[in-house]
């Protein structure tokens, strides 16, 4: 049986991630992302995040994780009922046609039905 690429991309990009750890609890970030080319953007709450491409949705957002022994990157995986993405933030500063000087670069690994999807942009941190 097939197996989804998203579905096989989220188990890879867990398996690299640090545990964080429940005695060190960290804020989680709030941000809010832009993407061009196509058109996209993405609202990370605590809990939840808002994408919209082509379509709004919000997804859950069960683990959040950064690289082993490092604060960055970070990835978080985001889970809805029918939509899944992985997003990887590097902090880094970030310049695209509609922003510049945003300070986290973000890319979001997503699919509409069977095609993979890749969406490239720039985040800022939100009140």
Known sequence: MKQPLLKTLLI??????GAQSQSQPQAPLLLTCDGTDPDWSLTIGEAHASL???RSVTLDIPQRGSAKGRDWPKALTLVGR???AIV???QQRCD???VTGY????????QRGEEPVILSGCCRYSD
Do not use: R
Not at 12 to 17: E, V
Not at 103 to 110: G, K
């Open 96 to 98: 695209n046609a509609i």
């Open 82 to 84: 029918s939509d899944t």
């Open 52 to 54: 919209d491409y082509g």
């Open 88 to 90: 990887v933030l590097h």
């Open 103 to 110: 300070p986290i670069e973000a890319t979001v690994l997503t």
């Open 12 to 17: 890879c990009a867990t398996c690299g991630l």
